[in-house]
């Protein structure tokens, strides 16, 4: 995790049954014994750590006591009444104190957008993307901290996203297929069909799961020039609001609204989830933002003046164009985004104007579990914790 190590300078058992453990920083820590007990890693206990346990919490005592304790600076021994015997690091112990600041410290924080990242967004090379897992790496963090990043001079071509999508994790397959074209067809029922400018919106909220990391690749652009694209974040958004109004804020956190889609006799789409995702510190870390698709609210009726008060503040700040990055995507260009945060809409496009975007869906999970990977592989410093929960509802 990048700190210094620090040592074990004493331990013992406090009047709440608790190990208290002194640090050489002057700091202390407090665990309880069955969450000790619980994550023991002997060889016949198992690892925690990597999934692999043989250890059942069933067969635990949920008042297990250390009989005794011992600590050689790097480790604290426990034998236990029954005289099974634990041993964890120093260096484990730190990265897992679950005390209030030690959580709070090593919680997730999104860098919320200001006018220099929409004036410069971070673009990659395709060349440099494709040719090395450095940049590509650069690239993920940037997704992770801004939810936003492009890649410019791919080719303009069918195939190029499904294959850049590969390198994080599986693209996913939905009703409207795997790798989704976006093309003026009359033919087929896609949103590609509708030409009129596109309000500011996260994708699918109507699904229990909305797609996570979205990539939309410009094969060709409207050759009238029209249909540019907007993005915003939608932390900012939601910060705007309860900076403004912390009773609609919380309303939108606390209540949640239905999203429905249905196209009859293929699917019908309905779920029922905050607007405002907030984690346990109360930090936004994801929104649901899609008013075209809103269902019928039911919530407390003494709710329902606040939310509406809400709902329509947020979206008319997703309204507010300096709040967006603005710009035409070019064939070749590449819009890589986390639908759980970055908002996006564009202007009208014509009918002939042959605007053809391809693009796919990447799963959260996948994503961050990349990123960890081609961490390691660089020898750089990762990060354990979940990152960044998305717009599941609030803790
Ligand atoms: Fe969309
Ligand atoms: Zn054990």
Request: with cysteine; net charge negative; glycine share 8%.
């Amino acid at each position: 995790m990048g700190e210094k190590k620090l040592m074990i300078k004493s331990s013992c058992v406090n009047n709440d049954g608790l190990v208290n453990l002194d640090w050489d920083d002057a700091s202390r820590s407090a665990f309880h014994p069955i969450w000790l007990r619980d994550n023991c890693s002997c060889n016949e206990c198992g690892d925690p750590a990597i999934g692999y346990r043989a250890l059942r919490l069933t067969s635990l005592d949920l008042n297990c006591k250390p009989k005794s304790l011992d600590t050689d600076l790097s480790n604290l021994l426990i034998t236990w009444q029954d005289g099974h015997e634990s041993c964890y690091t120093s260096t484990w112990l730190r990265e897992h104190d679950y005390q209030d600041q030690m959580r709070r410290a090593r919680a997730f924080k999104p860098i919320i957008w200001d006018d220099s990242f929409r004036q410069n967004p971070p673009v990659y090379d395709y060349a440099a993307i494709a040719s090395g897992d450095s940049n590509f790496l650069d690239l993920l963090k940037q997704v992770r901290d801004y939810g936003l990043c492009f890649i410019r001079n791919a080719p303009a071509e069918p195939g190029i996203v499904e294959s850049l999508g590969l390198r994080i994790g599986f693209p996913q397959e939905s009703n409207f297929g795997r790798v989704q074209d976006l093309i003026f067809d009359p033919g087929k029922r896609s949103i590609g069909n509708d030409v009129k400018a596109l309000k500011l919106h996260t994708d699918e909220p109507y699904r229990a799961s909305p797609p996570g990391i979205l990539m939309f690749h410009c094969i060709s652009n409207d050759q009238t020039g029209a249909g540019s694209s907007t993005f915003m974040d939608g932390f900012e958004v939601a910060d705007r609001l309860r900076d403004h109004d912390a009773e609609g804020f919380a309303a939108l956190c606390d209540y949640a609204q239905v999203f429905r889609r249905h196209f009859a006799g293929d699917v019908d789409l309905i779920a029922k989830f905050p607007i405002l995702s907030v984690d346990e510190f109360g930090n936004v870390c994801g929104v649901r933002i899609n008013d075209r698709v809103a269902a019928p609210l039911a919530i407390p009726p003494e709710q329902m003046v606040v939310y509406y008060r809400g709902l329509q503040y947020l979206l008319k700040q997703s309204e507010d164009e300096t709040l967006a990055v603005n710009l035409t995507l070019q064939p070749g260009d590449i819009a890589v985004f986390d639908n759980h945060r970055v908002l996006h809409g564009r202007t009208d496009l014509t009918v002939d104007g042959k605007r053809w975007l391809q693009w796919v869906q990447i799963e959260r999970g996948d994503f961050h579990s990349k990123l960890r990977i081609l961490a390691d592989k660089l020898a750089q410093s990762r990060d354990d914790n979940p990152l960044l929960k998305g717009a599941y509802g609030s803790f």
